[in-house]
């Protein structure tokens, strides 16, 4: 049986006992929760657009100004521990989620890998396929730039290399039926409201 202090922080602690550098840290750098989203009102549904948010660098997949990004982007959400469970649009590979959901982070993730561009080598984050920048175009044209790459996790990501880390996160079956079900859409409604996140 491990000691519990040698399982790594994300394995031992919630969310909310996280410190600051941990909390931060969970972020993979994906960008995915920084593209364009539209939650349909009659259904809830979320659908990912290709649009990124003003402040995303499409090169690092971070944002250009994190420490005032919810004062400048009016939609932007801030995550807590207390709202990732009500977050439906946070992509199933996001570190807060898993944690939230008592997962374990995939390979890919830099705090398993112990290098940041292994998301990027996963094809998880939005390098090269951020489409538009939302202060580029109308928020009418928001719908025609619909995609469901974000909503899926490509094969590269499922099993790490042989090079990889030994303790990487295993792949369940239940996330990968869960990742299809999400990429599944319906029929849309005509109403709908945008959010920026």
Request: glycine fraction near 6%; aromatic fraction near 6%.
């Amino acid at each position: 049986m491990t000691d519990a202090d040698d399982r790594p922080f994300w394995k031992r602690k919630a969310l909310a006992q996280m410190s600051k550098a941990e909390w931060e840290s969970l972020c993979d750098g994906c960008g995915r929760c920084c593209l364009n989203k539209i939650e349909y009102e009659d259904t809830g549904e979320i659908a990912y657009t290709d649009v990124g948010c003003r402040l995303l660098d499409g090169e690092t997949c971070r944002c250009r100004d994190y420490p005032n990004r919810n004062a400048r982007v009016k939609n932007c959400d801030r995550l807590t521990a207390r709202n990732i469970s009500r977050l439906n649009w946070l992509p199933s590979t996001c570190g807060y989620r898993l944690v939230d959901e008592g997962r374990d982070l995939y390979w890919w993730h830099p705090l398993v890998s112990g290098d940041p561009e292994t998301v990027h080598a996963a094809g998880i984050s939005v390098r090269g396929r951020v489409g538009l920048f939302e202060h580029r175009m109308g928020e009418e044209d928001l719908e025609d730039r619909i995609v469901d790459w974000p909503t899926k996790i490509p094969r590269r990501a499922l099993r790490p290399p042989r090079n990889a880390l030994s303790r990487s996160a295993p792949v369940k079956q239940s996330s990968q039926r869960q990742a299809a079900a999400e990429s599944k859409r319906s029929d849309r409604p005509a109403k709908r409201r945008s959010r920026k996140t």
